[in-house]
């Protein structure tokens, strides 16, 4: 009885944390998507306006900007292709990092950490010199190379911490099962670190999506990317909080898709469970 | 585009007529297509007519289309002038053939934007906008291409069609180093007090018109739900910006004559005591957060008694958001105690890219947006004066305004000095920088006047050693 009484206070106790979590997470995403639903007069009343008519009037404003429909697929396309760039070139960097021991290989591994370390505003100038001088500017390739170079160390970092989990022995099975080493590699130690791969895309995707002082500065009106482009509805008039509101919740979405699909690789590599010793 | 739907209005009655001489007549089975046909000729006609530009914005005795089949690009700032230019760049690109590219980006990412391409020193942008606070710091990086030599090409300006003389002196001298003109100004913006003439009314007080004055008022008229008065108090130029007018006005100085710092003098510390006494005593909770689009949103929401703002970002209060809408009252800054009334100002201008390869094409265009024709008709649009003298003598644009409100304007910057704020020191921002650190240290009441400004000339005087 006692027990049950400590469980209970217990799980009451947790769950009021949870709540307050939640609200604290939940809240502002909250506030943005009513902001979004409200008319102009309603957005800023103080009181707020808790029950209100809902209008679409500030989606079809957003949607009917300038370039914000271009600007959502160029952040769409760049963000996807960088991430599949980081991931093709990152995982057997990773790969080979944690299991070849060659000259200078821990050396490598630290160089490729110190390049997330340097503020984007330090190498922003260079970066800007190298693609005007290759006519590259406002290209949204330009964009995904930089995206892709900054996902690399995470990447390569994060997959690296996975591999050196995996026991050799798994390989050397399956190469005396007639395995090649790539074989082994693509067929074996990658199923394994498929949570691994879906969470390490994920976050590079986000970061891609979200990242705004690089794309600001290599994108002019073509290729701008959403980020970019939602700064702009702060004008000299106003701060149009219904459009930005509205924008904010639509560039959310594929955020939130990807997320999703995202998920089941992560459960279902979650229940894989080959590695036992 | 146009030229091609005009063709296909004409031809078609043509083609009727046509139809009619052959077959004399009896094409048509009934009158009624033909007076039809008649009148969408005589319509057609009128449409025609009408050139595909209207020739307003443009005249002088050059060749507009010299340069036809170029490019340029243009970062701009959002702003009045920028909102009010937008809608009829497109008349340029049509009369003179070249493209223009308008890239529009809010104040902090414009800074960044324009600073990296321009330390890239490539010809990727052609032109841009600048505000005072960069003057000095962009002239001492050579990233301002000199005017002058493109005025003196009478290909390329037709000076009495243009009148420079017309352009708001004190701003030209702001954009002139050594004898080199830099930019050409498209706004030009002084301090100017606005008051909610209601508010006022109701509790007894007249429009303060000393420093004293204004705290008592702003005292009276603080409830919790209004402000008595609202200022900037945010970091950067944006506070440093609103203090100086207070600090001229008191009769302190930013140096003396030996060029070291001055503004911790008596009379400077006098400026700051009241400015920052009024923002903590009757401003908004939060006012250290307060930058000018804060300053605007909380007087259009009404919560707002008496505010000092630039003239440029006052006109929204009369808009169609504001729920004070006609309720305003604009008046001179307060006078200091020597009756000494100096606001400060501001200059948005238009500057070359020193690195540009299509110079003379950006000359054109630059030119063109600064004209008189361009002024007038943004200000008829935005209810804000270009920087041009004639603008204010415009009838349109005088009788949609507020009389009181052009009045105000116009004396303002006439009470301008332009030299005592020395936004020609390439220095200006990381000193503005300081002296804001040191301002919003007394406002939250860490410091004294005394102790932040004392600091703040120490800082600013091993800035300037440098």
Redesign the interface.
């Known amino acids: 009885m006692k027990l049950n009484v400590g469980h209970k206070t217990k799980f009451a106790i947790r769950l009021v944390f949870l709540l307050i979590f939640l609200v604290w997470t939940i809240f502002p995403f909250f506030w943005m998507i009513s902001m979004s639903l409200k008319e102009?007069t309603d957005i800023?009343a103080m009181p707020p306006k808790w029950i209100f008519n809902p209008s679409t009037k500030s989606y079809s404003e957003a949607l009917n900007k300038e370039d914000f429909v271009r600007s959502f697929f160029n952040s769409t396309s760049i963000g996807l292709l960088s991430t599949l760039l980081a991931l093709l070139i990152g995982i057997p960097a990773a790969y080979i990092l944690s299991r070849f021991k060659f000259k200078g290989s821990s050396n490598i591994e630290s160089w490729i950490l110190s390049t997330r370390m340097m503020p984007p505003i330090v190498i922003?100038?260079p970066y800007?010199?190298l693609f005007?001088?290759l006519r590259m500017?406002d290209t949204k390739l330009a964009v995904i190379i930089v995206h892709t170079l900054s996902g690399l160390p995470l990447v390569i970092w994060f997959m690296r911490g996975f591999f050196v989990e995996i026991p050799n022995t798994i390989e050397e099975a399956a190469m005396i099962d007639g395995c090649s080493y790539f074989g082994a590699f693509l067929k074996i130690i990658i199923p394994l670190t498929v949570p691994g791969v879906v969470s390490v895309g994920i976050l590079t995707f986000l970061f891609s999506w979200n990242e705004f002082?690089m794309s600001?500065?290599l994108t002019?009106?073509k290729s701008k990317t959403a980020p970019?482009l939602i700064?702009?509805f702060?004008?000299?008039?106003?701060?149009a909080w219904g459009p930005l509101t509205a924008a904010g919740v639509l560039i959310l979405i594929p955020v939130i898709i990807f997320v999703l699909i995202g998920q089941k690789g992560l459960i279902r590599g979650m229940t894989f469970g080959a590695v036992k010793e | 585009m146009i030229k091609s739907s005009c063709s296909v209005r004409i031809s078609f009655p043509v083609f009727m007529i046509f139809l009619n001489i052959i077959f004399g007549g009896k094409f048509m089975r009934s009158s009624n297509k033909l007076i039809t046909s008649v009148l969408i000729m005589i319509l057609t006609l009128v449409l025609i007519s009408f050139p595909v530009f209207s020739e307003e914005f443009f005249g002088g005795n050059i060749d507009w289309t010299q340069f036809s089949g170029q490019e340029i690009?243009l970062i701009m700032c959002?702003?009045?002038y920028?909102?009010g230019l937008k809608p009829i760049v497109s008349e340029f690109e049509n009369k003179t053939g070249i493209k223009v590219?308008f890239?529009?980006?809010?104040e902090e990412?414009f800074y960044?934007?324009v600073r990296?391409?321009l330390?890239?020193a490539?010809p990727?942008m052609d032109g841009f906008m600048i505000g005072s606070l960069d003057m000095g710091s962009y002239t001492a990086a050579n990233w301002l291409e000199p005017l002058n030599p493109f005025f003196e090409n009478k290909n390329l300006v037709d000076d009495e069609w243009y009148d420079f003389q017309d352009l708001y002196p004190s701003a030209i001298d702001g954009g002139t180093h050594q004898g080199k003109l830099l930019v050409l100004p498209v706004g030009a913006e002084a301090e100017v007090m606005a008051y909610r003439k209601d508010i006022l009314e109701e509790k007894g007080l007249s429009v303060p018109n000393t420093y004293e004055e204004l705290y008592d008022a702003a005292k009276k008229i603080k409830t919790d739900d209004m402000a008595g008065y609202v200022s900037r108090g945010l970091r950067g130029l944006s506070i440093v910006w609103e203090w100086s007018g207070f600090l001229l006005s008191y009769g302190g100085r930013y140096f003396d004559e030996n060029g070291n710092p001055f503004f911790n003098s008596p009379e400077g510390i006098a400026a700051t005591d009241i400015y920052t006494k009024l923002l903590m005593e009757t401003g908004p909770s939060g006012v250290v957060n307060y930058g000018w689009?804060e300053v605007i949103?909380s007087a259009q929401?009404g919560k707002a008694g008496i505010l000092i703002e630039a003239s440029g970002a006052l006109p929204?209060l009369e808009?169609d958001?504001s729920v004070v809408k006609g309720k305003i009252g604009y008046a001179q800054i307060p006078a200091g105690p020597n009756q000494e009334r100096i606001p400060n100002y501001w200059f948005w201008n238009l500057a070359m890219n020193p690195y540009s390869e299509k110079k003379d094409a950006t000359f054109l265009f630059l030119t063109w947006a600064t004209s008189k024709p361009v002024f007038l008709k943004i200000a008829r649009d935005s209810g804000v004066s270009g920087a041009r003298l004639s603008v204010w003598s415009d009838s349109e644009f005088f009788e949609k305004q507020n009389k009181e409100w052009i009045d105000t304007c116009i004396e303002s910057m006439s009470f301008v000095k332009a030299d005592l704020i020395p936004y020609l020191n390439a220095k200006y921002p990381e000193i503005a920088d300081s002296i804001s650190v040191e301002l919003q240290n007394v406002i939250i009441g860490a410091k004294s006047s005394k102790e932040a400004l004392d600091e703040s000339a120490k800082q600013v005087a091993d800035l300037l050693k440098k």
């Open positions: 102009k800023l922003i100038i800007f010199l005007s001088s500017l002082l600001l500065v002019s009106s970019v700064n702009n702060v004008s000299f008039q106003e701060i | 690009r959002e702003h009045w920028t909102n590219i890239d529009i980006y809010p990412a960044t934007k990296v391409e330390a890239g490539q990727t689009q949103a929401q929204p808009g958001e």
